[in-house]
């Protein structure tokens, strides 16, 4: 049972343009969502977190919103540069410990 | 500070042979994850150590896996007798005690078993 999903393998944007990355989930026990960044040969980082009673947080070009009724989350990047492009995993984390989504990959096109 | 260093960064074996994996957190931090990610999969949680006690171990397949955390601090990986399926990174990853979410990840050790 996969309980957070990325369901977009892969995402184009042009450079500029706003990227949108999404996240759904089922565990409703989740506490705090978080996104990390991953590229080519190195392990993933740590980008932005949510907690489950919040939803947005916004931390310089990256903004994550939270639906809790929908069970939904969303990664924007604005605006788009060409070091944005990596995978992006979506992890929800609480008492029952966490787990990551499979991960988009973003390509940021010149 | 120093980030989660992680040996060897490649490994190639055959089949039914043994693999250990090293891990050193960064200091301080009293939580240790061993995650194995499958190319275009998201990392899965193998172990999960609290200072030298295991948290979670449930997705860790006992047969053939084993983890341990000496001491609190390094922590090594085995897979014996390796298979086929076992081909992926292993990520270690690291967090401050207390703390919800945020881990420091190595850069991982890349198996493959042929």
């Known amino acids: 049972d996969q309980q957070v999903k990325q369901n977009s393998p892969s995402l184009s944007v042009q450079e500029g343009r706003i990227s949108i990355l999404n996240c759904d989930y089922t565990n409703s026990m989740f506490d705090y969502f978080l996104w990390y960044k991953k590229y080519p040969a190195e392990g993933p980082t740590f980008l932005i977190s949510?907690?489950?009673?919040?939803d947005k947080n916004e931390d310089g070009r990256f903004t994550v919103f939270l639906n809790k009724s929908a069970k939904h989350l969303s990664l924007h990047i604005v605006p788009s540069q060409p070091g944005d492009s990596a995978v992006y995993f979506c992890e929800g984390g609480g008492a029952d410990g966490l787990t990551f989504g499979k991960g988009t990959h973003l390509i940021i096109q010149p | 500070e120093a980030g989660v260093a992680q040996s060897p960064r490649y490994k190639i074996i055959e089949k039914r042979q043994s693999v250990a994996f090293w891990c050193n957190p960064i200091?301080?931090?009293?939580?240790l994850y061993w995650y194995q990610q499958i190319l275009g999969q998201g990392p899965k949680l193998l172990i999960q150590f609290q200072n030298n006690g295991v948290v979670d171990d449930s997705q860790l397949p006992k047969d053939r896996f084993s983890a341990e955390r000496l001491k609190g601090v390094d922590s090594t990986l085995k897979i014996q007798p390796a298979k086929l399926e076992d081909s992926a990174v292993y990520l270690c990853?690291?967090?401050?005690?207390?703390?919800?979410?945020?881990?420091?990840f190595g850069e991982g050790s890349r198996l493959t078993v042929l």
């Open positions: 990853a690291s967090s401050r005690e207390g703390e919800t979410g945020e881990l420091f």
């Open positions: 200091s301080g931090h009293a939580t």
């Open positions: 949510i907690s489950s009673i919040k």
